[in-house]
């Protein structure tokens, strides 16, 4: 399986996991395809939640095989906050979501699941949409964190 080589939306790298300094996990929140309905939709609540979590110590990483400038295209039409980081996981093609066996072969595309990382990339939980090709919500990524890590106070 090869390495996950990550990058943003302005093409920086970033290290496997990618779990920022001082944070104690990091959601990885799999997009199929930056511009679908759906994903466009589920990016409207990422951002406030991203900003939420960052005051939790814990991260969110929206994850594409979409190339960088369509993520730097999709943050600017969204309006995300920087707490919202976007990773294009173009090359080599899906890695990151193949890691998690989230890489539908078939389409080149990643399944809509979400996976909460800890600073080693040890998986902690996953969250699924409630329905097949419906949305995931906000509320399961909190409650399934507040599972997995506890409330900071």
């Known amino acids: 399986m090869a ?11 970033w290290p496997w996991p990618p779990v920022a300094s001082g944070e104690r996990a990091a959601w990885l929140v799999f997009l ?3 511009f679908t309905p759906v994903c466009t939709g589920e ?5 406030p939640l991203a900003v939420e979590l960052a005051a939790e110590d814990v991260g969110l990483r929206v994850v594409s095989c979409d190339a960088a400038p369509v993520l730097r ?10 707490e919202c980081v976007l990773l294009s996981d ?4 899906g890695a990151a979501a193949a890691r998690f066996g989230l890489l539908d072969e078939t389409t080149g595309r990643p399944r809509r699941v979400s996976v909460l990382v800890d ?3 040890t998986e902690l939980v996953r969250v699924r949409p409630g329905e ?7 509320q399961a990524h909190r409650r399934a964190a507040e599972g997995a890590l506890g409330r900071r106070r």
Request: glycine content about 16%.
């Open 32 to 34: 199929p395809g930056a």
């Open 43 to 47: 990016l409207a609540w990422l951002g």
């Open 90 to 93: 173009y090359w080599p093609h």
């Open 132 to 138: 097949p090709g419906g949305p995931r919500t906000a």
């Open 73 to 82: 295209e999709v943050a600017d039409r969204t309006g995300l906050p920087a």
């Open 119 to 121: 600073e080693s990339g």
């Open 3 to 13: 390495e996950p080589s990550l990058r943003d939306l302005h093409g920086t790298p």
